[in-house]
Every structure is written in structure tokens, then in C-alpha cells.
């Protein structure tokens, strides 16, 4: 059953797991488009996808913006490579509970079948305090929901669109929070469909590059205070700054790749410079 959807995605790491991706949601009934951010996409992918050729990584947001604009139909379904329907009618049910000029995502589970909270509550001052020297706690709420995790968010294409789509400041991480920010501004809602399941097996799209993931995480955290509570940008940039080193300190004898990104993150805090992606046009 064709669906007025395309489901479209950025891919950066294995072939194997974009072509799986692309066969599973072309059996779902939709048009698939991929952005080619790695260069690693094998040639028969293209017989079940729509592949944009390799440019460099532009990160997450801007390679689903370049998706999103090859779109021919009136919804995108954006997702990760590693994000897929979790069975033959998941996709349907998702978008007939879609409603018109919305923000939509569905119940996302993990390989071993637990479910992924994928939605959450705006970040706070507050909530960055608690992490300086104890690990980050979950934005989770069961009572509200102001964001939709980027791995499973369905909108209408020309909606996206006039938002702007994804911010191309975030090169990962909140770019789909700081999405949702701006469309409760413009009085869009945030739907999600519990009846509808997806399975996001999380990392296995991407390579595994855990430093370059944490700079980019505590960036696009900053940059979200940026762009929408100036107020708390000095504050909350001095906490992640305190994060970072006393971060730097404990893993300094045995975490490598942690020492690493997290130097990359204060880099990139001191500097005001976000941090580079492997591969991308200025790295």
C-alpha cells in the first residue's frame, strides 16, 4: 500500500544497516530519501531510495533539510538510519494519527524490546547544575511533553519547511529540541501516537565516535540556551565549562575517547567555535 509519505534520513556509518533501512520502509509503503553525509552507501541502495550524493557531513539537521527539500509528497517522516517500522502497518497507523500542521512521533523501542522515552521537557539551569559532577538525568516526564526525540518525528513538508527546518548551529544534538521550541512558538502542537511502533536500535547508524558526540552534545546544549533563554547563557556556560573539567580530571586514566570529547567541548565553550564532524567540508 503506497502512503503520501517519504521517510527520508542522513546516513554516516554502515551501508548495511541504510540499505536495511531503505528496504524495510519501502515495504512500509512510503518513498524514501537519503542524505549520503559519510560516502559509504553502496550503489544498490539506490533501487530502493532516493540517494543525494556525498557533499561532506553537514551534520544530522542540515543532511534532513536536504531530504526534506527532494520530498514530492505533503509529509516527511525524518528518522535515524537505524530507526524502522516495527511492523507492516506501523507507518499507516502513524500517519492517520497525524494531524495537519503538527509535530507527530510514535512508541520507539530498543532491539531488546524496552521502550525508548523519546520525548521530554525543555532543558533547564537547573537540570545542568545536577550533572557538574553526577551523570545527566532524563528529561523524561510522564505528564508533559515539550520536545520529540529527531530519530521519529513526522510533519507536514511545508510546515518544516516555512519553520526552516533543522538549525544548521546544532551540528548534533538538540537540533530537534531547539525544532520543537520554534514550533510551539508558532502554535504548533506535539503529538504522540502510543498505537503506532517503531524499533530505533540505537548507534548502530552512525559510527560510534564518542568523543566527537560529546563536544557536540554540550555545543548544541549551549546553543540552545543561545537561541532561547539568553538570560541563563553565562550561567549555563560556566556550569558546562565545570562539567567538562572535572569530567576531563576522572577519566583521565581511562577513558581515552571521554578526555578527548570533552576537551573538544570546552575548545569549543572558550571559543565560541562548534565543534567539526569527521568528513565535513571544513574538516
Request: net charge neutral; proline share 5%; glycine share 8%.
Amino acid at each position: 500500500m503506497f502512503l503520501p509519505v517519504t521517510v527520508v534520513t542522513v546516513a554516516y556509518g554502515s551501508s548495511d544497516v541504510v540499505k536495511k533501512w531503505a528496504v524495510k520502509w519501502s515495504e512500509a509503503g512510503a518513498t524514501c530519501v537519503i542524505a549520503d553525509n559519510g560516502n559509504l552507501i553502496s550503489p544498490d541502495v539506490s533501487s530502493y531510495a532516493k540517494v543525494l550524493p556525498f557533499s561532506g557531513n553537514s551534520g544530522f539537521g542540515a543532511g534532513i533539510n536536504r531530504a526534506v527539500q527532494e520530498a514530492d509528497t505533503p509529509v516527511v517522516l525524518i528518522t535515524n538510519p537505524d530507526t524502522l517500522p516495527g511492523n507492516a502497518d506501523s507507518l499507516e497507523i502513524l500517519y492517520n494519527s497525524h494531524s495537519h500542521g503538527n509535530l507527530t512521533t510514535g512508541a520507539t523501542f530498543n532491539s531488546q524490546q524496552s521502550l525508548i522515552h523519546s520525548t521530554g521537557i525543555w532543558p533547564s539551569r537547573d537540570w545542568i547544575r545536577t550533572q557538574i559532577c553526577r551523570p545527566a538525568k532524563s528529561l523524561w516526564r510522564r505528564d508533559r511533553m515539550d520536545w520529540l526525540q529527531g530519530s521519529l518525528i513526522m510533519a507536514d513538508r511545508d510546515s518544516f519547511l516555512d519553520l526552516g527546518g533543522f538549525s544548521n548551529n546544532f551540528p548534533l544534538y538538540f537540533e530537534d529540541v531547539d525544532l520543537c521550541f520554534r514550533a510551539k512558538k508558532r502554535g504548533m502542537a506535539i503529538n504522540y501516537c502510543s498505537e503506532s511502533s517503531f524499533i530505533h536500535d540505537e548507534g548502530s547508524g552512525s559510527e560510534r565516535a564518542s568523543a566527537t558526540r560529546l563536544s557536540c552534545f554540550h555545543w548544541g546544549l549551549l546553543e540552545f540556551f543561545r537561541n532561547h533563554d539568553p538570560e541563563n547563557l553565562n550561567s549555563v556556560r560556566r556550569m558546562l565549562i565545570a562539567k567538562c573539567i572535572v569530567r576531563i580530571f576522572s577519566y583521565s586514566l581511562w577513558d581515552f575517547q571521554a578526555v578527548k570529547g570533552y576537551s573538544l567541548a570546552l575548545r569549543s565553550l572558550f571559543t565560541g567555535i562548534p565543534p567539526e564532524l569527521p568528513g565535513s567540508v571544513n574538516g
